[in-house]
């Protein structure tokens, strides 16, 4: 079942256009030119998602937020907002919108938003756009894996936490294929109705079930000739672990009330951040399957595996939103920072990410403060033990260990890594000529 989307804007140039690069990803969209249709919609439609824009004739998406507050809760909102009127999307979160957008709105944020928001069960792309880059050892480590295994048509298993970026790995696989020039088919193996999970994969023919009015493709039609990409493959139902097996091994498929079985022409790459080993011995995913998913395995670190990545991609996603918004701001605090350093980052670099936009977004000053970024001490945080004044500290060895962890979260940034330990760059210096750092 298709994710539906709302879109609430007057210009209905710009809506239909939305909406119809909204529909070519797989979404179901309506659109409305005022709220009071909007609300009209609301109330016959369980929708995933509202886009709606800020100045509205009748109403504004503001009331229209707070409307839905009241009567439907749970749906997330996004507003859309002219530069020059980021106070009206400060307000909005405030008032517990999940995000917003500027105009004129980008193709590529809206599908990153959409996707963050709504996890669509695929997604089509056809040219590979790096939104980022990590430069710790193992990350990079990771994305040589990728570009090495490319040219090699066999199956690769990416591992990994939830937001670090598994997705950015299988995309580069692909564009560095020889299947580069054909889709690349992004799907979300959790967000399947599991009753759905075979003609979704496989296609249907019309009168197949009740509801199936027209031959429908599948995943492995839209993929053809390139790469497909299941991601959180631990979540796939069991029932249709045996289909995908079949076609691994057979190369071919059968839609759903078909008589004629198809050729699949795909490449298999694979996601989970599941301990794959437990959900075999559990008896929740098949031995084979996973070997032969698993032709090739790749490790995706997370943050907390590499905390040298946060401040690089802390300032990478600041200038980013901060171009966005047109909104001056010139970094980081150091207590800033060091709360970044310290923080655990359950969620990785779209906790981060996220974090700094909306730092970015309320922020009053142009240095963004401990407050902006609204990260809640955890359990696992340490503050007082990842970056410490270097002042109080007598012992050389510790002292050394200090600076050189330092300048590695730093990416070898002498002036910030002095500013992270509260010393003037002339002293870091002479420390690191006195410990032979180099």
Same mark, same amino acid.
């Given at each position: 079942?298709?994710?539906?989307?709302?879109?609430?804007?007057?210009?209905?140039?710009?809506?239909?256009?939305?909406k119809?690069?909204?529909?070519?990803?797989g979404?179901? %969209?309506?659109?409305?030119?005022?709220a009071?249709?909007?609300?009209r919609?609301?109330?016959?439609?369980?929708?995933d998602?509202?886009l709606?824009?800020?100045?509205?004739?009748?109403?504004d998406?503001?009331?229209?937020?707070a409307?839905?507050?009241?009567?439907?809760? #749970?749906?997330?909102v996004?507003?859309?907002?002219?530069?020059?009127?980021?106070?009206?999307?400060?307000? /909005?979160?405030?008032?517990?919108a999940?995000?917003?957008l500027?105009?004129p709105?980008?193709?590529?944020?809206?599908?990153?938003?959409?996707?963050?928001?709504?996890?669509?069960?695929?997604?089509?792309?056809?040219?590979?756009?790096?939104?980022?880059?990590?430069?710790?050892?193992k990350?990079r480590?990771?994305l040589?894996?990728a570009?090495?295994?490319?040219?090699?048509?066999?199956?690769?298993?990416?591992?990994g936490?939830?937001?670090?970026?598994?997705?950015?790995?299988?995309?580069?696989i692909?564009?560095?294929?020889?299947?580069?020039?054909?889709?690349?088919?992004?799907?979300?193996?959790?967000?399947?109705?599991p009753?759905?999970?075979?003609?979704?994969?496989?296609?249907?023919?019309?009168? /197949?079930?009740t509801?199936?009015?027209?031959?429908?493709?599948?995943?492995?039609?839209?993929?053809?000739?390139?790469?497909?990409?299941?991601?959180?493959?631990?979540t796939?139902?069991?029932?249709?672990q045996?289909?995908?097996?079949r076609?691994?091994?057979?190369?071919?498929?059968?839609?759903? #009330?078909?008589?004629?079985?198809?050729?699949?022409d795909?490449?298999?790459?694979?996601?989970?951040?599941?301990?794959?080993?437990?959900s075999?011995?559990?008896?929740?995913?098949?031995?084979?399957?996973?070997?032969?998913?698993?032709?090739?395995?790749?490790?995706?670190?997370?943050?907390?595996?590499?905390?040298e990545?946060?401040l690089?991609?802390?300032?990478?996603?600041?200038?980013?939103?901060?171009?966005e918004?047109?909104?001056?701001?010139?970094?980081?605090?150091?207590?800033?920072?060091?709360?970044?350093?310290?923080?655990?980052?359950?969620?990785?670099?779209?906790?981060?990410?996220?974090?700094?936009?909306?730092?970015?977004l309320?922020?009053?000053?142009?240095?963004?403060? %401990?407050?902006?970024?609204?990260?809640?001490?955890?359990?696992?945080?340490?503050?007082a033990?990842?970056?410490?004044?270097?002042?109080?500290?007598?012992?050389?060895?510790?002292?050394?260990q200090l600076?050189?962890?330092?300048?590695?979260?730093?990416?070898?940034?002498?002036?910030k890594?002095?500013?992270?330990?509260?010393?003037?760059?002339?002293?870091?210096?002479?420390?690191?000529?006195?410990?032979?750092?180099?």
């Open positions: 079942m298709k994710s539906r989307i709302l879109i609430v804007e007057d210009n209905v140039t710009l809506s239909q256009m939305q119809d690069w909204l529909a070519r990803e979404y179901e %969209v309506t659109t409305a030119i005022d009071v249709v909007a609300r919609h609301i109330r016959k439609v369980d929708f998602l509202i709606s824009d800020v100045r509205l004739p009748e109403g998406g503001l009331s229209l937020l409307w839905l507050k009241k009567e439907k809760t #749970g749906i997330p996004v507003i859309m907002t002219e530069y020059a009127s980021y106070p009206d999307a400060v307000k /909005a979160i405030k008032m517990g999940q995000d917003y500027p105009k709105v980008h193709r590529e944020r809206l599908f990153e938003v959409v996707k963050e928001l709504v996890h669509p069960a695929f997604t089509i792309q056809h040219s590979l756009e790096r939104l980022f880059r990590r430069d710790s050892v990350a480590e990771a040589h894996l570009e090495l295994v490319a040219p090699a048509d066999i199956s690769v298993l990416i591992l936490a939830n937001g670090t970026g598994k997705e950015s790995i299988a995309r580069t692909h564009f560095n294929s020889p299947r580069k020039d054909e889709p690349f088919v992004a799907v979300n193996c959790g967000a399947i109705p009753e759905l999970t075979a003609s979704m994969f496989f296609g249907h023919v019309k009168g /197949a079930f509801g199936a009015d027209a031959d429908r493709k599948g995943y492995f039609d839209a993929a053809k000739g390139g790469t497909l990409f299941l991601d959180e493959i631990g796939l139902p069991y029932h249709t045996s289909s995908l097996l076609v691994l091994q057979e190369n071919v498929y059968m839609p759903v #009330g078909g008589n004629t079985e198809r050729r699949a795909v490449r298999i790459v694979a996601a989970t951040n599941e301990d794959m080993e437990k075999i011995a559990d008896g929740r995913f098949r031995e084979d399957l996973y070997h032969r998913l698993c032709e090739f395995e790749i490790h995706q670190p997370s943050l907390a595996e590499c905390p990545d946060i690089p991609l802390a300032e990478f996603f600041r200038k980013k939103f901060s171009d918004l047109h909104k001056e701001t010139s970094g980081f605090s150091p207590e800033a920072e060091r709360l970044m350093l310290a923080h655990s980052w359950s969620g990785n670099i779209r906790e981060l990410q996220n974090r700094v936009r909306r730092a970015v309320i922020s009053k000053t142009t240095v963004i403060a %401990v407050s902006d970024l609204n990260i809640r001490k955890t359990s696992n945080d340490n503050v033990k990842i970056v410490p004044d270097l002042r109080p500290i007598k012992d050389d060895d510790a002292e050394k600076i050189i962890r330092t300048l590695e979260s730093c990416n070898g940034n002498k002036t890594a002095a500013k992270m330990l509260n010393i003037n760059p002339t002293t870091l210096y002479r420390k690191m000529n006195k410990y032979g750092i180099k």
